[in-house]
């Protein structure tokens, strides 16, 4: 039966990009855990910046280094998806506390299946995630879900498996740990296909420590989803202010409405012209959401053809 493959044709690559700064402890381990687990994927770290032996540890462990000086690991991944072609392309942090030994399931799911975008959802013995990651975690992550009805469970997972349609459609825009959310919002706004996969997650070794703070990164990850889903859905977001404005200056019109009925005169001038500039603000708000819902829609459709005028997965 023809599959439409010929034997010359190559099998499909994958890549795994681990962006990461100072992890000199966990980074020999992290490679040699996917060499294991993925023979055949080529290995590119990103050094963002350390100040410790990562880059030259994990060239010794047989890595392709790239360096991103530019502190922010949206940054290291905008350099490793710009820089390294791929038909996979498996991304994990370099903290060794992801499993190595389910990406090959992962890369299968994209390769075999079609699948866009595998998150690998974590599962802890209850130590691995510090008390306020935890809270954090399932707080934003019910925020993201409500905002982009995107069916998954962790969404701040930073071990995944990308296609290359994906990876290259994905403008990476953000600097820092925001960087998930806006991989989150590309499956959604283009509602491409993505799938969870159960993997192992683990407490870092002793002596290596996260990057990511709590309160400060939760905010910025937290604003980060507003901001996407303004630039989603306008519409709904300016008309929701817009209608806000509306009603507010509705409320504070009645009495000066029922006093003119009753006497005749308008006492509260201040208060109408007030008034007048809040229902011209509302329905101005609700007009520039419907020119920027057509503006994020032809986004889409051009963002869309792109990714249609890609190859389709080899498999």
């Not at 997972?157 to 991989?183: C, H, I, N, Q």
């Not at 905010?219 to 996407?228: H, S």
């Not at 008309?239 to 005749?264: N, Q």
């Not at 509260?268 to 994020?296: C, D, N």
């Amino acid at each position: 039966m023809n599959d439409g493959m010929s034997p010359e044709d190559p099998a499909p690559s994958v890549a795994i990009v681990i962006p990461c700064r100072d992890e000199a402890i966990t980074i020999r381990q992290v490679v040699e855990g996917f060499q294991r687990s993925m023979p055949d994927a080529a290995i590119i770290v990103c050094d963002n910046g350390s100040n410790d032996q990562t880059a030259s540890l994990a060239r010794a462990a047989g890595a392709r280094v790239i360096a991103e000086p530019q502190p922010g690991k949206g940054r290291a991944l905008r350099r490793l998806l710009a820089d390294v072609d791929a038909d996979c392309y498996v991304m994990v942090d370099g903290d060794a506390t992801y499993d190595p030994a389910t990406a090959p399931a992962m890369v299968a799911e994209v390769l075999d299946n079609g699948v866009d975008m595998v998150v690998a959802r974590r599962v802890s013995d209850g130590t691995a995630f510090p008390g306020g990651h935890t809270i954090g975690n399932r707080l934003l992550t019910f925020v993201f879900q409500r905002l982009f009805r995107l069916r998954l469970t962790d969404t701040l997972s930073g071990y995944r498996a990308l296609s290359r349609r994906f990876v290259k459609t994905f403008p990476v825009l953000t600097r820092g740990f925001e960087v998930e959310t806006d991989l989150n919002a590309h499956a959604a706004s283009l509602d491409l296909r993505h799938v969870e996969i159960e993997s192992a997650y683990t407490s870092r070794p002793t002596g290596s420590h996260s990057k990511l703070g709590t309160w400060r990164d939760g905010f910025r990850i937290l604003r980060r989803m507003f901001r996407l889903f303004r630039d989603w859905r306008p519409l709904l977001t300016f008309s929701l202010a817009g209608l806000a404005c509306v009603f507010a200056a509705t409320v504070v019109a009645l009495p000066i409405v029922l006093d003119f009925l009753d006497t005749g005169l308008v006492e509260r001038q201040p208060t109408l012209i007030a008034v007048a500039v809040a229902y011209l603000l509302g329905f101005g708000m609700i007009s520039i959401g419907m020119v920027l819902e057509r503006i994020a829609q032809m986004r889409r459709e051009v963002t869309r053809l792109l990714y249609l005028s890609l190859p389709a997965q080899r498999t």
